[in-house]
């Protein structure tokens, strides 16, 4: 497997598998789209398009995030959220396993993809789904947020562009982020018949809603862990 493809694998209690498999372009680190056969009207960008969406639909027929989902939509739109599933996802670096549920296993999924879909919304999410963490927690989701945003902020400076370590850039991207979630939402609800894909992306919205309650309080929550370096300038 090369270094640019990632694999899930659902195992169902009845052992019936289902899988996904991504291969990704280099640069940009977006997701290499397959052809769509008869694709739904739910999928058009036009259709309940995102109101920060940039994307010109003379120029693109299909909203690419709803266009790389849909496979989701088709394997699970049966499926109920809390039907357990063991997960396995294969990199060519490691291979990450766990008994989860399926809308746990999905919004996992979805967030790879929606990060490298191609969507201008969400492309600060790139790099995160270059290094995805599979069924990564809230902490974890919030560490490396703000690791890209600062890692950003360190390119821009270094291109010559304005740039500093104040998180209110980070907060836009959560609201920005939001709004997409939330288009995302009334197109998936014209288009499916179990809650498994919605509630999928609500977990994702989850995050971004705890993000902009208070991003600097979210972070204090791990300034434990930076402590002991800290207590070196004190």
Same mark, same amino acid.
């Given at each position: ?10 195992? @169902? *209690?009845?052992?019936? =598998?289902? =899988?996904?498999?991504? *291969? @990704? ?19 058009? %960008? ?5 109101? $920060?969406?940039? %994307?010109? +639909?003379? =120029? ?20 109920? +959220?809390?039907?357990? #599933?063991?997960?396995?996802? &294969?990199?060519?670096? &490691? ?10 296993? #999905? ?8 990060? /490298? ?5 969400? &492309? ?16 974890? /989701? ?9 890692? $950003?902020?360190? @390119? ?20 920005? !982020?939001?709004?997409?979630?939330? +288009?995302?939402?009334? &197109?998936?609800? /014209?288009? #499916? ?9 609500? %977990? ?8 902009? !309650? ?11 862990? @930076?402590?002991?370096?800290?207590? /070196?300038?004190?």
């Amino acid at each position: 497997m090369s270094e640019s493809q990632v694999e899930y694998v659902f195992t @169902f *209690s009845n052992g019936k =598998k289902k =899988k996904f498999h991504y *291969s @990704f372009n280099d640069n940009p680190f977006e997701i290499i789209q397959k052809p769509i056969d008869n694709p739904p009207e739910w999928i058009k %960008l036009e259709f309940n398009q995102c109101d $920060n969406c940039s %994307l010109d +639909s003379d =120029k693109n027929i299909y909203c690419p995030q709803a266009a790389n989902i849909l496979p989701l939509i088709i394997t699970f739109d049966k499926v109920v +959220s809390y039907e357990p #599933v063991h997960l396995e996802v &294969r990199t060519n670096h &490691r291979t990450i396993s766990q008994d989860t549920t399926v809308a746990r296993g #999905v919004s996992s999924l979805m967030g790879l993809v929606i990060a /490298t879909c191609g969507c201008p919304a969400t &492309r600060f999410f790139i790099p995160m789904g270059r290094f995805h963490l599979p069924l990564a927690s809230h902490e974890e /989701t919030l560490f490396r947020a703000a690791a890209t945003f600062l890692l $950003n902020q360190y @390119f821009l400076k270094k291109d010559g562009h304005q740039s500093g370590v104040e998180l209110d850039g980070l907060l836009k991207v959560y609201q920005e !982020i939001q709004r997409v979630n939330q +288009s995302m939402l009334q &197109r998936l609800r /014209t288009a #499916v018949q179990t809650d498994s894909a919605v509630n999928a992306l609500i %977990l994702l919205d989850v995050y971004a809603k705890f993000a902009l !309650i208070d991003i600097d309080e979210c972070l204090d929550e791990i300034r434990y862990l @930076f402590e002991p370096f800290l207590q /070196t300038y004190q």
